[in-house]
């Protein structure tokens, strides 16, 4: 499985971010699987932004919620992020991955992250 990402590295403060990931060798409508956004700032930890799963349920971080959404092309079996509007504090590199679950007895199960794309560094910047 490969996740790429891609997009400008480079956006002006109040507009908005748009980063696409890839995926190759396996179908982002395979149950079981959620497709992930996360960023690191410069100097700090992970930040888990949101997630589409298989069924194209979408999930976000409640500190980002009203700023983000993530969307799917199956056709191109790709999946998207946007954020807007975007400050200098967005700067970091925004990665993509996949995540793992599984339900039982209508409990679901998380297997955690298995596949990561390289990242992409995104600089907010006038």
């Known amino acids: 499985v490969q996740l790429q990402e891609s997009g400008p590295g480079l956006v002006k403060p109040s507009q908005m971010l748009s980063l696409t990931c890839t995926v190759s060798?396996?179908?982002?409508?395979?149950?079981?699987?959620?497709w992930t956004w996360t960023r690191q700032p410069p100097g700090k930890g992970l930040e888990w932004m949101g997630a589409?799963?298989?069924?194209?349920?979408?999930y976000y971080s409640p500190s980002l919620k009203s700023r983000t959404s993530i969307s799917r092309d199956t056709s191109q079996n790709q999946f998207s992020l946007q954020l807007s509007p975007v400050t200098p504090e967005a700067t970091a590199v925004y990665y993509c991955?996949?995540?793992?679950?599984?339900?039982?007895?209508?409990?679901?199960?998380?297997?955690?992250?298995?596949?990561w794309g390289q990242g992409t560094q995104v600089t907010v910047s006038s």
């Open positions: 060798d396996v179908s982002i409508t395979t149950s079981g699987y959620a």
């Open positions: 589409i799963a298989s069924d194209g349920s979408t």
């Open positions: 991955a996949r995540r793992a679950y599984y339900c039982l007895n209508y409990v679901c199960y998380d297997e955690g992250y298995d596949y």
